[in-house]
T-cell receptor, first 115, second 113 residues
Framework: GDSVTQMEGPVTLSEEAFLTINCTYT??????LFWYVQYPGEGLQLLLK?????DKGSNKGFEATYRKETTSFHLEKGSVQVSDSAVYFC??????????????FGTGTRLTVIP | DADVTQTPRNRITKTGKRIMLECSQT?????MYWYRQDPGLGLRLIYY???????NKGEISDGYSVSRQAQAKFSLSLESAIPNQTALYFC????????????FGEGSRLTVL
């Protein structure tokens, strides 16, 4: 079945460091891929998405490229800020299977950025 | 005001009690979802609804039930709560035409003693 595997956390970085959070997926169809972010005490919100191979999603300085050949969608940011401290979830949606916007989530990676 | 509102935000209850978590939305979306979040397990889908006449089980529906009272309201019930249902519960909505983007409420933290 469909699934997402993302790197375990927690991840602690100094401000202005480079961030990579790895995400790989398994899907039999043609999924859309997402990164969601959960700030402390809040619900999840969409950070970026890519709907087909080689698409690059970007938002707030974060980027991720949909790589079909490696089944990956790694999240990157060149210079993190304290305000980026949050939990990041990789997710996929394979609408062909259920007809729904059903997302399969990874386990989440907690990022802490220290000044 | 939040587009997706969950009540209560926090609840402590005892084993065997009936609990209802409520969700209302002002986004006008047809589709609504209930997820459960546990540390190290990510989010898992409990139930989802395409419209008021359509309810579907998700990955972990056992021990839960739902009611879609109106397009804007979707409630989750635990008929007889047990400690392993202690978790953070999220309601979410999506538009029919959107490609997988969900809009989440702020969560309801439930503790079952």
């Amino acid at each position: 079945g469909d699934s997402v595997t993302q790197m375990e956390g927690p991840v602690t970085l100094s401000e202005e460091a480079f961030l990579t959070i790895n995400c790989t997926y398994t899907a039999t169809g043609y999924p859309s891929l997402f990164w969601y972010v959960q700030y402390p005490g809040e619900g999840l919100q969409l950070l970026l998405k890519a709907t087909k191979a080689d698409d690059k999603g970007s938002n707030k300085g974060f980027e991720a490229t949909y790589r079909k050949e490696t089944t990956s969608f790694h999240l990157e940011k060149g210079s993190v800020q304290v305000s980026d401290s949050a939990v990041y979830f990789c997710a996929l949606s394979d609408r062909g299977k259920t007809g729904a916007n059903n997302l399969f989530f990874g386990t989440g990676t907690r990022l802490t950025v220290i000044p | 005001d939040a587009d997706v509102t969950q009540t209560p935000r926090n609840r402590i209850t005892k084993t065997g009690k009936r609990i209802m978590l409520e969700c209302s939305q002002t986004k006008g979306h047809d589709r609504m979802y209930w997820y459960r979040q546990d540390p190290g397990l990510g989010l898992r889908l409990i139930y989802y609804s395409f419209d008021v006449k359509d309810i579907n089980k998700g990955e972990i529906s056992d021990g839960y039930s739902v009611s879609r009272q109106a397009q804007a309201k979707f409630s989750l019930s635990l008929e007889s709560a047990i400690p392993n249902q202690t978790a953070l519960y999220f309601c979410a909505t999506s538009d029919l035409g959107a490609t997988g983007e969900l809009f989440f409420g702020e969560g309801s933290r439930l503790t079952v003693l």
